[in-house]
């Protein structure tokens, strides 16, 4: 009987790929069963088109033209009518929300998935519970029952689940919850030749966040949504809680102008802030890299005395599910492949470690607003949707996030005690706060935390 490795031989020779069986007599039965599955989910012909991406080379120098997008903001006009159809929306159940989590927090010093880090300034929620929260806050308001997917990866899917599991699923029943991983690609030597990080183990790195549009459609997600009636989809990623998942004016206007695709962004903090910004590539709606814009852009005003590329990314989208339907169609993701090189640990020819320069490929999901036939760029408050949790410490930090969550906290409750923590279920806004008087409670520092009733 031919063992599933001896079958996968020719294909992978024929592909000018037969180098990753050179140390396979070193493993034991089930290492060699373990790389079998490995390799058998490689997809060849994929692997082939990233290979000749990288023997291209890079494209010829050009100059596009950068342009500012049209964004709306808070008094613009029309937002009583906005509001009106997304809560109407929300209410039907028209509205999923997807999560991006699929990374890990060993840049925080944490050992486990980024999402089951705790940043809560008094209770030490984690950012899964923020969202659950907020989500379930939407829920209790607009008077639907949501559905949450969230994605992971291959890294913390298993550890991600039993983390929901061990926390009552956060107060969402089962059927409600819909984990899904993102994909995994080999990463290439210069030559396009697929590295190896051991005797028996590709070098697979992450998708890219594009990645979610093509594991909603993989997953089975999008087939799900379609039987439960769910036509948009909130997207939001775990490392920031503040994101609002549920905004019923977001919804209204992305659904009002008929978008397939719609944008938060915030006010850059300055021109030197190292972020992208949505705008204009030679007319078309993209994020706009900050080294790709020149000093003189950057620094540019405009009549308002703002800086005119201003839209910082947040990461945060509504998405139409026939548009990601679309952008699938034909069993393949249609969005631009990005190279990242890297130093990368592998094996050199007899199999001992080594690092050698090499490459991993991604998608970004911000470039599916190129393929959109409309789009709704919306200004909001980075004091209250924008403090991600990506450093150890300084900008950007728990630290920073924690006083972030603080601040919105005595701005609900009208408190000047110096930490406070607002479930979002108690209340998003002081009205909300007013009208239910909830319970507040002290804390050993004099820290104050209004609990769910």
């Given amino acids: 009987m031919t063992e599933p490795l001896d079958a996968l031989r020719a294909p992978f020779e024929s592909a000018g790929q037969g180098h990753v069986f050179a140390h396979v007599d070193r493993l034991g039965p089930g290492e060699r069963e373990t790389f079998a599955r490995e390799l058998s989910a490689i997809d060849l012909d994929l692997v082939a088109k990233l290979g000749a991406k990288l023997a291209g080379g890079a494209a010829a120098a050009q100059s596009p033209s950068f342009e500012p997008p049209v964004v709306v903001r808070a008094g613009d006009g029309g937002e009583g009518q906005a509001r009106a159809l997304g809560e109407e929306l929300l209410a039907a159940g028209k509205v999923g929300f997807v999560l991006v989590a699929g990374g890990q927090g060993s840049r925080l010093g944490f050992n486990g998935p980024k999402g089951a880090f705790e940043v809560g300034p008094v209770t030490s929620k984690t950012l899964f519970e923020w969202h659950a929260a907020r989500i379930l806050a939407a829920g209790a308001r607009h008077g639907f029952q949501p559905t949450w997917y969230i994605m992971t990866s291959r890294a913390n899917d298993a550890e991600t689940r039993a983390f929901f599991a061990g926390n009552g699923r956060f107060g969402f029943p089962e059927d409600d919850l819909f984990f899904f991983s993102q994909d995994m690609l080999p990463a290439l030597d210069g030559e396009g030749r697929i590295v190896l990080a051991g005797p028996g183990e590709v070098f697979l790195a992450p998708d890219g966040h594009g990645g979610t549009l093509a594991a909603l459609h993989q997953s089975g997600a999008l087939e799900h949504m379609q039987a439960r009636g769910i036509e948009e989809l909130s997207y939001f990623q775990v490392d920031n809680p503040l994101a609002r998942p549920a905004d019923p004016l977001f919804v209204g206007y992305h659904c009002a102008q008929g978008a397939e695709m719609s944008s938060k962004v915030v006010p850059k903090r300055d021109a030197a802030e ?41 990461a945060a989208h509504m998405i139409r599910r026939s548009f990601v339907e679309r952008l699938n169609q034909g069993g393949a993701l249609d969005l631009p492949w990005h190279i990242a090189r890297k130093e990368l640990g592998a094996i050199d020819s007899s199999g001992a470690p080594t690092k050698i320069p090499g490459v991993k490929f991604e998608t970004f999901v911000f470039d599916a607003l190129a393929r959109a036939k409309a789009c709704v760029t919306m200004e909001v408050e980075r004091a209250q949707e924008f403090s991600p949790v990506k450093n150890a410490e300084g900008s950007d930090s728990p630290a920073t996030c924690k006083a972030d969550l603080s601040a919105i906290g005595r701005a609900i409750s009208g408190l000047d005690d110096a930490v406070v923590e607002i479930d979002p279920r108690v209340a998003e806004t002081l009205d909300e706060f007013n009208e239910r008087a909830p319970v507040v409670q002290r804390t050993e520092g004099g820290a104050l935390c209004a609990a769910p009733q």
């Fill in 274 to 314: 190292k972020v992208g910004v949505l705008g204009l590539v030679d007319g078309v709606l993209g994020c706009i890299e900050y080294s790709d814009l020149s000093d003189e852009l950057r620094e540019a005003k405009a009549a308002s005395g703002d800086l005119l590329f201003n839209a910082g990314n947040i």
